[in-house]
């Protein structure tokens, strides 16, 4: 199947907030809460009205889905983008096309087309920096066969979670590499 295919058998931004069954009082929140700061909004003049499209390759249980696909609507609505929602584990044909370093189906992935449906970026599953993060806070966790290895891996999910809710700098930093893969 082309992109334009897939795209055009994806969900619309309404049809997958129908169907979220996690995380989307949480998505939600970063949405009404984000807004586009200037610069970014200057940044993106380029490809204002371009007609680009974005297929998002995700869950409604991912996390970091949590944090990047409200950035993105907010990117898509400045731009006039049209984006369609492409559910992972029941796409793993589309999924296994854009593996994460070759081996892993992380999630979201961004896949963004021009007008003739013609893939122009690919952008996920993290930014830069908050991969740094992640990997960070990874290595303060005892050795996985370790008895509390669990809970410790459970609070420190909780607490990412907590601050991709809460701090706006998470929201500008993956604002700002999307960005930077679009223009």
């Known amino acids: 199947m082309s992109l334009q295919e897939w795209f055009n058998k994806g969900l619309t931004t ?21 807004t586009l700061s200037s610069e970014e909004k200057e940044k993106l003049q380029p490809v204002k009205d371009q007609g680009l499209k974005a297929i998002v390759l995700t869950e409604d249980w991912c996390g970091d889905a949590m944090l990047n696909n409200p950035v993105l609507l907010k990117i898509a609505e400045e731009i006039g983008m049209d984006v369609r929602f492409i559910l ?8 296994d096309q854009y593996l994460t370093n070759g081996t892993s189906r992380a999630i979201p992935i961004f896949v963004f087309l021009n007008s003739e449906g013609e893939e122009v970026a690919v952008w996920g599953p993290r930014a830069p920096k908050l991969q740094e993060l992640v990997i960070s806070e990874r290595s303060k966790l005892p050795d996985a066969e370790a008895d509390h290895f669990k809970d ?17 700098n ?12 679009l223009v």
């Open 152 to 168: 410790e891996q459970t609070a420190m999910y909780k607490r990412l979670t907590a601050s991709y809710q809460e701090d706006e």
């Open 14 to 34: 309404e049809e997958y907030l129908a169907g979220m069954n996690v995380n989307k009082d949480e998505m939600m929140g970063i949405y009404s809460k984000y």
């Open 88 to 95: 992972r584990d029941s796409n793993l044909e589309l999924m």
């Open 170 to 181: 998470h929201w500008h930093t993956v604002a700002d590499s999307i960005i930077e893969k």
